[in-house]
């Protein structure tokens, strides 16, 4: 049976309404969409029928690739991408002991505001090759999470691409089993590494970078360089220019184009949301209209925070007004996204 009214599942201490779970997803409900979607309940799916606003939070531009979106991936010489990381969770017994090998380690919780510690970078990496391991990322991390809990960052891989399903694989099979040998000859070590543990690893290896869809405005590296303001500003970005080395034969730390970029506060504009090619359209996070070096700021998560907020704005407001998301004139935007802010 068509599912004609989406269930919603109300979080309530958000008051957030959620779509419910649907097996199949139909985009558009002209004669098309309508027999798909009555023939896919008929068979048994949970069937969920879109008209109207689409935004494209894939990380990846994936939605707005396949509607046809012109988009950019990696350094525009070489197209060559930041590495993947497959990140874990370990445990010790005693943090104390491990103290100069943690990041942000004060003998006591994380600190608050935080400066990398180089010299436990530095000394972490020495004990992984003490334990004869050569890691694929030199700049190897243990970031205390809480209590005796970690986080472990010592794998990249390199040179395999967002938009490739087998590369994705191939990096996470890579990833997960380098976690396991730099874990095991840890513990090899004895001494306070004796007590870690692997709690987790993570189902799909962490995408740092995928396609820079374009559109209406696109965020440069000069943009950057003169912290750039916009009159239709959805926010400011404070990171940096952070770029992981594109090739790990070359270094394992940043990347020679972010050597290359200097970076103040800057903005980003309401039209580097709205895809270029398709009209309801819009973008949200990392996959934002966009070059390599601005990418490499504005792709963290508090920007994709504040972007895909704009992006559900304004996608609201042309579905109700049947009009085109670069249509609506950015004060309407910016009113809701002030009484939404406000509101929370
Ligand atoms: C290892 C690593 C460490 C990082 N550390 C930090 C940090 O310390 N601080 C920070 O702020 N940022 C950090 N980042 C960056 C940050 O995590 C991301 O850039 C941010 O999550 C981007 O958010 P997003 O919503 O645009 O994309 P993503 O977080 O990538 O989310 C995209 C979502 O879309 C889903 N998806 C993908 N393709 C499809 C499809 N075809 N159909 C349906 N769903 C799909 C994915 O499963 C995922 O849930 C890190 C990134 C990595 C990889």
Redesign the pocket.
Known sequence: MLDTTIETVTEIEKQVPVAGEADVLVAGAGPAGMVAALAAARAGAGVCLLEGMFID????G??AARAGCGYDLGKDESGACQP????ALVTAEDLNALGPHICFWDGGEPKKHKTVNYRAVESFYSEIRRAGIEPSYQQTKLFQIQGNLMSL?VNHEYGASAINAEDITRASVSGRAEIHRIVKGLKSLGGPWAGLQLVATCE?????E?RRIHGHYTVSAEDLAVGRQHEDAVCTVY?GVDIHSTDGKKSTSQDEAAHKATMRPYQIPMRALIAKDVDNLLL?????SGDFIAHSSY???????A??QASGIAAALAAQTHTAPASIEWPEIREQLQMLTQSE
């Open positions: 939070t894939t990380g990846d994936d939605l993947m990381t497959f990140m960052m799909q290896i962490g995408v740092r995928g990171f949200g996070g990392r996959c934002l792709r963290v998560t508090g920007t994709a925070a972007t895909g």
